[in-house]
Antibody, heavy 117, light 108 residues
Framework: QLQLQESGPGLVKPSETLSLTCTVS??????????WGWIRQPPGKGLEWIGS???????YYNPSLKSRVTISVDTSKNQFSLKVSSVTAADTAIYYC?????????WGQGTLVTVSS | SSELTQDPAVSVALGQTVRITCQGD??????ASWYQQKPGQAPVLVIY???NRPSGIPDRFSGSSSGNTASLTITGAQAEDEADYYC???????????FGTGTKVTVL
């Protein structure tokens, strides 16, 4: 059974960089069948797609976040990562990692990241 | 356009049928997928493609589409179906996703 687990700091200071890692177990991350994505959800609000990375190495980002976001993959560790730079309080959210086939069929449990000094 | 509009909330009597709609220009090109999210839990994919259910999703969930509107129908709603539901589609590139505004379903 495929499992995804987010990890990273739960508290980030304003203007700093938020960094999260998603560890994939139960299946290879290096498969052309899948893509890997990040989605976030501010407390009490809806879902927001952040970006996705494909086996080819191509990455696609939400236009509203594109200038601040980077997604990368480490196949040796079966992990993929998210970096969001210059964070503000508006970046406070539960961050989910997910596997995509046609759509996001497996999700991590999510991790809350709070931006505060 | 990368906007998907959903009704904020709907209610349904136990055992009855409820339809949740999602409107957006991208739905003329791409099928919507639908996610169920219960409080404190990660979203779960319930419908994808034309009308496909992942393994383990009850057959009371079904999807349909017409023009710029996609629908998720729950036929014979159960208490455990009470949740937030989000539609999802892609922009013209086919690679950038975006979610609908979400619908809270209450089972009475």
């Amino acid at each position: 059974q495929l499992q995804l687990q987010e990890s990273g700091p739960g508290l980030v200071k304003p203007s700093e960089t938020l960094s999260l890692t998603c560890t994939v177990s139960g299946g290879p991350i290096s498969s052309s069948t899948y893509y890997w994505g990040w989605i976030r959800q501010p407390p009490g609000k809806g879902l927001e797609w952040i970006g996705s990375m494909y086996y080819s190495g191509s990455s696609y980002y939400n236009p509203s976040l594109k200038s601040r976001v980077t997604i990368s993959v480490d196949t040796s560790k079966n992990q993929f990562s998210l970096k969001v730079s210059s964070v503000t309080a508006a970046d406070t959210a539960i961050y989910y990692c997910a596997r995509g086939t046609s759509d996001f069929d497996y999700w991590g449990q999510g991790t809350l990241v709070t931006v505060s000094s | 356009s990368s906007e998907l509009t959903q009704d904020p909330a709907v209610s349904v009597a136990l055992g009855q049928t409820v339809r949740i709609t999602c409107q957006g220009d991208s739905l003329r090109t791409y099928y919507a997928s639908w996610y169920q999210q219960k409080p404190g839990q990660a979203p779960v994919l319930v419908i994808y493609g034309k009308n496909n259910r992942p393994s383990g999703i009850p057959d009371r969930f079904s999807g349909s589409s017409s023009g710029n509107t996609a629908s998720l129908t729950i036929t014979g709603a159960q208490a455990e179906d009470e949740a937030d539901y989000y539609c999802n589609s892609r922009d013209s590139s086919g690679y950038r996703h975006f979610f609908g505004t979400g619908t809270k379903v209450t089972v009475l």
